[in-house]
């Protein structure tokens, strides 16, 4: 079974906070994946990777930043968090192959107050 | 970029009866892999069917699509809806690169 690791699970900060949210991944995939879930949005894609060192703008980067330091390892910045970032963060992975599952880990919620 | 429509909002049903849940994408990729995740409450979303192949039905867990290309469909149904099927379904059409998009989801609400 494919593990996807977040933490913190949950995480309460305040506007203008400095925020990081980290995941790993011990699928060897190649691909990870942060994305945001709000209802009425569905499940947004913020950043991603293919590979250490490697970052994609997704969707809805304003605001984030990301960094993958291993092929493990994933974080999500928040270096100046607001209200709107209040929200459920979802980290995932998937392999190189194309239409392979994605893998989501348990969801970070993070609250900005 | 890609993007997809899903029925709207929250979809309520009496157990036993059939569930049809709509998808329509878009896509600049003429052969887009086209997935169906379903997250239950308090729960990651996970893979439930997926599809490549045009005009052929997919099943799993009761659940089947088929993959309509040329209408840029992809409808989730099951003959049967069970207590145990409530929950938040996406539609996601792989844009390449392993890039989902998924849709704003839809609510399936089962009741007895």
């Known amino acids: 079974e494919a593990a996807v690791t977040q933490s913190p699970r949950n995480k309460v900060t305040v506007t203008g906070g400095n925020v990081t949210l980290s995941c790993r991944q011990t699928n060897s995939h190649n691909y990870m994946y942060w994305y945001r879930q709000d209802t009425g949005h569905g499940l947004r894609l913020i950043h991603y990777s293919y590979g250490a060192g490697n970052l994609q703008i997704g969707d809805v980067p304003d605001g984030y930043k990301a960094t993958r330091t291993t092929q493990e390892d994933f974080f999500l910045l928040l270096e100046l968090a607001s209200p709107s970032q209040t929200s459920l963060y979802f980290c995932?992975?998937?392999?190189?192959?194309?239409?392979?599952?994605?893998?989501f880990g348990k969801g970070t919620r993070l609250t900005v107050v | 970029g890609d993007s997809v429509t899903q029925t709207e909002g929250l979809v309520t049903l009496t157990e036993g009866l059939p569930v049809m849940l709509n998808c329509t994408y878009q896509?600049?990729?003429?052969?887009?892999?086209l997935f169906w995740y379903v997250q239950h409450l308090n729960e990651s979303p996970r893979l439930l069917l997926k599809s490549f192949t045009d005009n052929k039905r997919t099943e799993h867990q009761g659940f089947h699509a088929t993959l309509h290309k040329s209408s840029s469909s992809f409808h989730l149904q099951k003959s049967s809806a069970q207590l145990s099927d409530s929950a938040l379904y996406y539609c996601?059409?792989?844009?390449?690169?392993?890039?989902?998009?998924f849709g704003k989801g839809t609510v399936l609400l089962v009741s007895p």
């Open positions: 896509t600049i990729y003429s052969n887009p892999f």
């Open positions: 996601a059409p792989d844009s390449g690169y392993n890039k989902l998009t």
């Open positions: 995932a992975s998937s392999d190189a192959q194309s239409n392979t599952e994605v893998f």
